[in-house]
């Protein structure tokens, strides 16, 4: 690729070495020519900073001294990368291993759709290479504020082959996203005071709101080891969290004519999700 944009990966670490340095291995194989990759460490105290940069030499760290959460964190890698010159920055959960193509994919295209502001790929539940199918995790986001609902699309399926265009989205998930630095500079970065949980989707509205498009890329893929810092994708840490975090989204970008379904449809969103949180640990305990 010619003249490729220049793109800084940040990778937030907190108390998950492991899976800190099995990601960075994999980012570290992939085939773009023209990107830096920053390790932001959200104050763990575990060696993770260090043996970062034992195994990784040439990976930048920069150590918050506490835990800022996933926005603070991630704030500070964005406001490096945006020093440094980037014109792409890569938001990539720490617990995740990536396709050596992803990211060429994902800039790919972000160049053919100039309106772009943020692009995601399609990401799959680790381990890559189930001999059954791989199973998506995320296959581009859903938003209807009009029953309270923001979710991942076709989540737990097979991966047929439905998904192989580059298509527009409701939202694109923090776990994987590329966002242009036009798009930062014009809506600014993460809200900290989401605490944890629908930044990314706060951060998708506002840039949708400032004119910029949301791309899903399913040619560019990911595997995601899901929750890992929080127990689990059915911890109730997890629930607890995420509840509040979609309160706050709604009440700040549902309109009046939303209120007059939402407040009946969400709770019977929120019920199937404690049903299934509930099945879960009846039926696969310890999981």
Known sequence: MTGAPLVYIIVLNYKRKDD???CLGTVQKMDYPNFRTVMVDNGSGDGSAEAVRAA??????IETGKNLMYAGGNNAGITCALERGADYVLLLNNDTVVDRSMLTRLVDAALSHPDAGIAG????????????????????GIVEMWRGLVAHRAI????????????????????????SRPCMERVGMLDTSFGMYAEDTDLSLRAEGAGFTLLFVPDARMWHKVS??????????????????????????????????????MPFYMAGRAALLTLRRIFLPGR
């Open 56 to 61: 990784f030499p040439d990976v930048e760290v």
């Open 20 to 22: 800190t340095l099995d």
């Open 121 to 140: 790929p399609m990401i799959y539940y680790y381990p890559p290479g189930r001999p059954e199918g791989e199973v998506i995790w995320y296959a581009g």
């Open 228 to 265: 890992m810092s929080m127990g689990g994708e059915f911890s109730l840490a997890k629930m607890r969290r995420k509840a509040a975090s979609s309160l706050k989204l709604f009440v700040r970008y549902a309109r009046p004519w939303h209120w007059l379904t939402m407040p009946f449809l």
């Open 156 to 179: 737990r399926k097979r991966d047929t082959g439905l998904f192989a265009d580059v298509e527009t989205t409701g939202y694109v998930t923090g776990c994987g996203m590329l966002v």
